[in-house]
C-alpha cells in the first residue's frame, strides 16, 4: 500500500479517504497517517488469516472434513431426470443446458454417469 501512495504522490495525487479525510502524501503529516493506516490494515489482515487458519486446524482437530467431498453434486443430481428425458427426447446438450441453466460440460457428465450405472 505504501508503494502505491508513493507513486500517487510522484504524480501530485492526494488521496481522499471515503470519510472525506484528505491525504497530502508530500507533506510528512499526510505520510505518517498513510503509513499508520497501512500498518492497520496489514494487521488486520494478518489478525483475519490468523483466525482462519485457526479455525480450519480445529474443525481438522474435530475431525471434520473440508471442502467438497467427492461424489457431492446437489444441482446436477438433482436435474440428471430431466436431463435424462431431454435426452431421450433427442434435444442437443447446448440446449439442454441452456434451458436448465447448466453447463454444456455437467449435462455431458450427467449422461456419462447414467450411461456407466446402466453398464
Known amino acids: 500500500m505504501l508503494d502505491t501512495l ?3 504522490a510522484g504524480w501530485k495525487v492526494s488521496v481522499v479517504a471515503m470519510n472525506g479525510m484528505t491525504f497530502e502524501l508530500n507533506t510528512p503529516h499526510g505520510r505518517m497517517m498513510a503509513t499508520m493506516l497501512a500498518g492497520i ?3 488486520e489482515r494478518d489478525l483475519l488469516s490468523e483466525r ?3 479455525g480450519l486446524a480445529a474443525a481438522r482437530a ?15 443430481d438433482k436435474l440428471a431426470p430431466k436431463v435424462l428425458q431431454a435426452v431421450e427426447d433427442g434435444r442437443s446438450y447446448r ?3 441452456r434451458d436448465l441453466g447448466i453447463s454444456k460440460n455437467t449435462v455431458t457428465e450427467i449422461v456419462k454417469r447414467h450411461r456407466q450405472k446402466a453398464l
Do not use: D, E, T
Open 6 to 8: 508513493n507513486r500517487l
Open 41 to 43: 490494515a496489514q494487521f
Open 52 to 54: 482462519v487458519k485457526s
Open 62 to 76: 474435530r475431525g471434520k472434513k473440508l471442502g467438497r467431498q467427492p461424489g457431492q453434486r446437489p444441482k446436477s
Open 95 to 97: 440446449w439442454i443446458a
